[in-house]
Nanobody, 125 residues
Framework: QVQLVESGGGLVQAGGSLRLSCVAS????????MGWFRQAPGKEREFVSH????????YYADSVKGRFTIARDNAKDTVNLQMSSLKPEDTAVYYC??????????????????WGQGTQVTVSS
């Protein structure tokens, strides 16, 4: 099992930036892919971004493409999500998750086995 701890959330004005981090432990980090999801109040958890185990391939939801960047540092067991040009609709709890399924269904929560506890991101207008 992988333990995941997110950090970096907070309150930011629209147009601002935040950098989320997720530190993993328990398994060899470079052996699995990682994803970021978010969940707003009253809504289902939705896909935000995914990065393969090697870091060579990334995917983004259309709603964040061009504004968010995912990156991983396999030497530090960390995956980051750099968020820019934030909008009020980006307000949500953000979760990182570990994918041992080879990124086959990277957009689906069912692809991911282990999840962090989440970090709150609030964007004010």
């Amino acid at each position: 099992q992988v333990q995941l701890v997110e950090s970096g959330g907070g309150l930011v004005q629209a147009g601002g930036s935040l950098r989320l981090s997720c530190v993993a432990s328990g398994r060899t980090f470079s052996n699995y892919a990682m994803g970021w999801f978010r969940q707003a109040p009253g809504k289902e958890r939705e896909f935000v971004s995914h990065i393969t185990a090697s870091g060579r391939t990334t995917y983004y939801a259309d709603s964040v493409k061009g504004r968010f960047t995912i990156a991983r540092d396999n030497a530090k067991d960390t995956v980051n999500l750099q968020m820019s040009s934030l909008k009020p609709e980006d307000t949500a709890v953000y979760y990182c998750a570990a994918d041992f399924g080879g990124s086959a269904y990277y957009w689906s929560t069912y692809e991911y086995r282990d999840w962090g506890q989440g970090t709150q991101v609030t964007v004010s207008s």
